[in-house]
């Protein structure tokens, strides 16, 4: 009996871990994302582009609703989690911007925005989908007590803690495709 407790308590905090670091790759993802908002600041900066452009908003997240329907997430589910990505990246470029008012970044260099920039938030959008569908299909719940690490993981320059507080319960609302 003993070792069958003991078992059953190794399965259990091994399953903890591989849904600990499942969620922690998610958030990594996140905030790894989040990062290139400098650069989008900066481009957007020298080209005297304004940050929020509502058409290219809806491309992304028309694209997000599919790709996450396509890994068998309810794309209802996933719509305010992107567009609280997209205020929360949109906040952080705005903030740099108000900072550059007073210190110019003009000996910093940037990416381009097309071809350098976009192609990696497509990509690392097309991981976090990814990640959260197979994370929720293996039974992960991102509940309260994970927001401790979210908070802590996703740590971008300029990220408010009301913008992680909305990314994170967006996080919590996504759901599988019922069968």
């Not at 481009?43 to 068998?72: M, T």
């Not at 008012?101 to 000996?107: G, I, K």
């Not at 940037?110 to 929720?136: C, F, H, M, N």
């Amino acid at each position: 009996m003993k070792l069958v407790v003991t078992g059953l308590l190794c399965l259990t905090l091994s399953t903890l871990t591989v849904a600990d670091t499942m969620s922690n790759g998610i958030f990594e993802l996140i905030n790894q994302r989040l990062t290139y908002m400098q650069d989008v600041a900066l481009f957007k900066a020298r080209n005297h582009s304004a940050v929020e452009d509502l058409i290219r908003e809806q491309q992304v997240l028309e694209k997000a609703l599919v790709d996450a329907q396509q890994v068998g997430l309810q794309p209802d589910s996933i719509a305010d989690f992107f567009q609280a990505q997209m205020d929360a990246a949109k906040a952080i470029q705005y903030r740099y911007m108000a900072e550059w008012l007073s210190a110019s970044p003009e000996n910093k260099k940037y990416r381009d925005l097309a071809s350098e920039v976009r192609p990696k938030l497509l990509e690392l959008g097309d991981q976090i989908v990814i990640q959260i569908s197979e994370y929720l299909n293996d039974g992960g719940t991102f509940d309260n007590k994970m927001q401790k690490d979210f908070v802590r993981t996703v740590n971008t320059t300029h990220l408010s803690e009301n913008d992680k507080k909305k990314m994170f319960e967006s996080l919590q609302m996504i759901r599988l495709i019922k069968n």
